[in-house]
């Protein structure tokens, strides 16, 4: 008997036992990419979305931005517009304007969103949820007024409004389904219960990939980059402009951290067959020279010598900047009683053609590519510091470059080449431009070149205390990860600075650079919107970006590193 009792006490302890691990183990977390239809232009998830939405809603920079002229200014542009206007159709078809606080009631922890189409902005939208928080979401009360679908043995609401947009949403196992198509929905509540259609998870611009970033980050974004370079609505506003370099990849991922305050974003990014490659030079050597004293620096392989050779001769040799007019203005009418030209004129010839465009750039191009060509350099670091002029009204912005070359430098060549360069911008067959020897020899003439030759390193510079500190490091050690492209811009070293610069590029008085630069017209654009996008973003001191080819995949991290 006491036996019988001991069994059954035992096996009710081993039922409570298992019940209590049951309740205490969760079920799998759904993979959303599987529940997505696929065909999308760009995926993005989150394992909390709603503590990222919270987070911003709580943070100081969101209060800073939108009281910035920044914010301002892009709430009067064209594509700001256009988007609140299919915001506020899509609010007219869900029988509300949503809020920041309607938004972050149905964000969840698991979410993920899909967009189809850019100029309508076709998105679904998937979010893991309480069942409690949905129910008493401002979407959820307005239910009744939606048409009521079935996909996949669940239950979804549907309305169209008056401007034909659509808003469609459901709630099953958990999740909250919302999107700007009936289909999406329905297809994903089809995938929900198990049915084998095609899926985001199974296209090979997700697949490929996510399966080489196997560490996701608190944000991820999967991009077929393919897709989006052929939509006209990409290619007209990505602010970048630059779908070109772009199209050399056909995916890509990228993974967003917060660390120690600080923001780091990893990229991975697949290369498209038979786009070109620079090369795989390291320029981990190059990024040790730069300095506790540099403002702005990049150092990157040489792919075209010409671009090497325009940068040499844009940075140190230095032309008059030049004026291009846009083809877009037609010209102006001249009335036929306007006198042309005037008698106190006397400089202007009109017996013959005035100067090329280019002025003689073209030709000191080819000088110093040829000296390029002939090193020949391989890759290339630019080092930038700004420091004000003690009369406090110009800022002096010089430049180093240091050229790595296959050997060592033969200094006759540099010095020939550079004095061919220099002669055709600063004098008239190169009188008065002469070299005065040293460690480090210098060409003078209207302008200053520094150079000095340390084997297969050649540094170019127009600023003796820069390229001072750029040499004091030549011994410093590389880094140890084999770089083939690095950057970098120490924002809180070089704001006020450049907020000058901003200033006088606007023609903008001192006084207005406590306004943001506001004048009738909005703010100017310069010394008001961007510096005002420097003012929200102070807390940043330098940002970096560092890049490793390996093959047909190119990896990237860009850290924004905050004040500690």
């Known amino acids: 008997m006491k036996t019988a009792k001991r069994i059954a006490l035992l096996s009710t302890l081993l039922l409570c036992a298992a019940g209590y691990v049951f309740l205490q183990t969760r079920p799998p977390a759904l993979e959303l990419a599987k529940v997505m239809p696929s065909g999308a232009l760009l995926y993005a998830e989150a394992p909390n979305f709603g503590s990222l ?41 869900a029988g509300f304007l949503p809020d920041l606080k309607s938004i972050t009631e149905l964000a969840g922890t698991d979410s993920a969103l899909a967009l189809y189409e850019i100029r309508d902005v076709e998105f679904l939208y998937v979010s893991h949820l309480a069942e409690a928080d949905v129910m008493k979401s401002q979407l959820w009360a307005v239910r009744r007024q939606f048409e009521q679908r079935q996909a996949g043995g669940v239950s979804f609401y549907l309305q169209t409004g008056a401007s034909k947009r659509t808003v469609a949403f459901a709630f099953s196992k958990g999740y909250l389904f919302l999107a700007t198509r009936d289909d999406l929905v329905a297809q994903a509540l089809e995938l929900l219960a198990g049915r084998d259609n095609p899926s985001i998870a199974s296209d090979r611009w997700y697949r490929e990939p996510v399966a080489a970033a196997p560490n996701p980050g608190e944000l991820r974004l999967v ?28 995916a890509g991922v990228t993974d967003i951290r917060r660390t120690g305050g600080s923001i780091v974003e990893d990229r991975v990014f697949l290369r498209a067959p038979g786009s070109p490659m620079e090369g795989s030079q390291p320029v981990s050597n190059l990024l040790a020279l730069v300095p506790p004293e540099a403002g702005v620096y990049r150092a990157s392989r040489i792919g075209n010598s010409s671009d090497a050779a325009n940068l040499i001769v844009q940075k140190l040799i230095g032309p008059q900047p030049q004026r291009v007019p846009d083809w877009r203005n037609a010209p102006f009418a001249v009335p036929e009683d306007a006198s042309v030209g005037s008698e106190s004129d006397l400089e202007t010839r009109i017996d013959e053609q005035p100067l090329p465009a280019d002025a003689g750039v073209s030709d000191s ?49 540099v010095k020939s080449a550079l004095t061919a360069a220099a002669g055709k911008l600063w004098t008239t067959s190169a009188l008065g431009v002469g070299w005065v020897g040293g460690s480090i020899e210098r060409l003078d003439g209207l ?108 990896l990237q991290t860009v850290s924004y590193l905050k004040a500690r």
Not at 223 to 249: C, G
Not at 390 to 407: E, W, Y
Not at 483 to 508: I, K
């Open 365 to 413: 191009v080819a000088a110093v590519r040829a000296m390029v060509d002939r090193g020949p350099a391989r890759t290339l670091l630019l080092v930038q510091s700004s420091s004000p002029q003690p009369a406090g009204t110009f800022v002096k912005i010089p430049s180093v470059i240091v050229l790595d070359g296959d050997a060592d430098w033969d200094p006759g060549t």
């Open 223 to 250: 991009m077929n980059l393919e897709a989006l370079v052929k939509s006209v609505y990409f290619r007209s506003y990505w602010v970048q402009r630059n779908t070109a370099t772009i199209r050399q990849y056909w």
């Open 53 to 93: 939405l919270r987070d911003w809603d709580r943070s100081k920079r969101k209060v800073d931005w939108l009281n910035s002229a920044n914010y301002s200014e892009f709430s009067r542009s064209g594509l700001f517009i256009k988007l609140s206007e299919v915001f506020g159709q899509y609010g007219e078809a």
């Open 447 to 554: 302008g200053t070149i520094l150079i000095a030759n340390r084997g297969r390193l050649l540094f170019l510079s127009n600023d003796l205390g820069l390229l001072t500190a750029v040499l004091d490091r030549s011994s410093a050690a590389s880094a140890a990860t084999p770089l083939t492209y690095a950057a970098g811009f120490r924002h809180l070293r070089e704001r006020s600075s450049y907020q000058s610069v901003m200033a006088a590029l606007d023609f903008a008085p001192a006084s207005s650079n406590a306004e943001f630069g506001f004048y009738r017209n909005g703010p100017k654009f310069f010394s008001g919107n961007i510096r005002s996008l420097s003012d929200v973003l102070s807390g940043v001191v330098e940002i970096q970006v560092a890049e490793q080819d390996k093959g047909a995949v190119t």
